[in-house]
Nanobody, 126 residues
Framework: QLQFVESGGGLVQPGGSLRLSCAASGFTLGYYAVGWFRQAPGKEREGVSCISKSGDSTNYADSVKGRFTISRDNAKKMVYLQMNSLKPEDTAIYYC???????????????????WGQGTQVTVSS
């Protein structure tokens, strides 16, 4: 069964950094594009970044471009999101998800397989 477990969140001051991890099980991660999403309190879930199956294509929402970096290790079935220069508006629960396709549509996967994981909370506050 397709499952994701997100980790690495926490409380950080503005300007700080965090590295989120997404562990996948139940399928061959290397076949599919993977995206990171986030949901802030009172807001809809939104796409943040997407990486193609091979990792040669990465895309970012304008709000995080230049600050976040997505990467993957298919051998370890892991996808990462390095977040630098964090801002209070980055506060949200972060989720990862895989597409059934190998490519991204901009900074989001074209669709999503399986259910959402529990996510990992990121809080940026002084």
């Amino acid at each position: 069964q397709l499952q994701f477990v997100e980790s690495g969140g926490g409380l950080v001051q503005p300007g700080g950094s965090l590295r989120l991890s997404c562990a996948a099980s139940g399928f061959t991660l290397g076949y599919y594009a993977v995206g990171w999403f986030r949901q802030a309190p009172g807001k809809e879930r939104e796409g943040v970044s997407c990486i193609s199956k091979s990792g040669d294509s990465t895309n970012y929402a304008d709000s995080v471009k230049g600050r976040f970096t997505i990467s993957r290790d298919n051998a370890k079935k892991m996808v990462y999101l390095q977040m630098n220069s964090l801002k209070p508006e980055d506060t949200a629960i972060y989720y990862c998800a895989a597409s059934s396709r190998y490519y991204c549509l901009g900074y989001v996967p074209p669709d999503r397989q399986g259910s959402w994981g529990q996510g990992t909370q990121v809080t940026v506050s002084s």
